[in-house]
């Protein structure tokens, strides 16, 4: 089969298309013909070699597509199913083989490209929102990078919570899709401090979302009312340097979490519930997807160029 792999770490021109011999199903697994794969950001981090990997190392998280065989011992899914699942490597290529504990089944009204778009980042979006810091009605929360993958699937779920939404973009075209997202105030944070933007609308917000980490940590935790909750989900600017804790005594007894899916989704009830709110949501069409970068499996390379240099917005997927 082809897969995308990494023999070593680096720019994005280290993904190589390979030919590999198909994964061999075992116990408690199902094989599966991949439909549609998810590029996350965490695959660059993956690629970058800031998240360890045994290599060679297929990339890809996440996927949807159709079981063809089935291992001893399963009796939860079948051939023929339409499945999905995140958090298990190896979804860049034409199959994987993946426990079946882990799979959620695909409503019918659910395409395989729309259930790959939805099930990391919406899951992530829905833990973030109602566990991480769960919104009330009527609290104000800043998300960052607004137009990305997960940004628009928070924006919307916080909408749908009742929150006031402030979010960050770094151009015109992107505001225009926060803003059809539901976000109520938008800040270009690439042309002004949005810390100072913030203070002048709002008197201290009850939580910020903050994926881009590095160059807006610090004013994230600026722009938090006294006992806010700075939710600190990623660093696609970069890591955040070591951290002075008194800095959240001083800032008004603030608290951060440094979340991560995984631990959102570790019981096989959390993975329903999660799942199936997501999609939904999205057969109902009230949590809208954005899937405007499709590209072929052996264009991998390219979904990571533009993904790292905030050409892109909302999902990237790979077609195998
Ligand atoms: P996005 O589609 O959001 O892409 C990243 C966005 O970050 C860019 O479009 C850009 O938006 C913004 N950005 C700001 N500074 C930079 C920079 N220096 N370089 C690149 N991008 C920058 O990606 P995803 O939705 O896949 O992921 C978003 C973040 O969420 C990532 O950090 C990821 O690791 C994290 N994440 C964390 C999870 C968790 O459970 N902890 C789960 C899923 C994702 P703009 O141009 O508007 O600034």
Redesign the pocket.
């Given at each position: 089969m082809q897969a995308i792999q990494i023999l070593t770490t680096g720019s994005p021109d280290v993904l190589t298309l390979r030919d590999l011999p198909t994964p061999t199903v075992g116990p408690g697994e199902a094989f599966i013909r991949i439909e549609a794969s998810g590029v996350?950001?965490?695959d660059t981090y993956f690629r970058e070699g800031r998240y360890p990997a045994r290599l060679p190392y297929t990339l890809g998280q996440e996927a949807a597509g159709t079981v063809t065989a089935i291992g001893p011992n399963v009796s939860t899914v079948k051939v023929g199913d339409r499945v999905a699942w995140c958090g298990i490597p190896g979804t860049y290529a034409q199959f994987a083989v993946a426990p079946v504990s882990r799979l959620v089944q695909i409503p019918e009204s659910v395409t395989a490209a729309q259930a790959a778009a939805a099930i990391?980042?919406g899951m992530?979006a829905h833990y973030l929102s109602h566990s991480a810091y769960p919104i009330q009605t009527g609290d104000e929360v800043l998300i960052h990078?607004g137009?990305?993958?997960?940004?628009l699937l928070l924006i919307q779920m916080a909408k749908a919570r009742g929150a006031h939404v402030f979010t960050t973009?770094?151009?015109e075209e992107?505001a225009a899709l926060v803003r059809a997202a539901g976000a109520d105030e938008v800040i270009l944070y690439t042309q002004e401090d949005f810390a100072a933007r913030i203070k002048k609308l709002a008197s201290g917000l009850h939580a910020v979302y903050d994926?881009?980490g590095k160059?807006t940590f610090d004013k994230s935790l600026e722009v938090l009312r006294p006992r806010g909750t700075l939710v600190l989900?990623?660093?696609?600017?970069g890591a955040v340097p070591p951290f002075d804790l008194i800095k959240l005594s001083l800032l008004g007894s603030l608290y951060v979490t440094r979340?991560?899916?995984k631990d959102y989704i570790a019981t096989r009830a959390d993975l329903e519930s999660r799942a199936g709110d997501v999609f939904n949501a999205v057969a109902a069409g009230t949590l809208k997807l954005r899937i405007e970068h499709t590209y072929p499996l052996a264009e991998a390379a390219q979904a990571h160029r533009e993904?790292?240099s905030?050409r892109?917005t909302g999902k990237l997927i790979l077609l195998p």
């Open positions: 996350n950001f965490i990391l980042q992530t990078a137009a990305g993958g997960t940004g973009v770094s151009t992107k994926s881009v160059t989900f990623g660093a696609s600017s979340p991560t899916l993904l790292e905030r892109t």
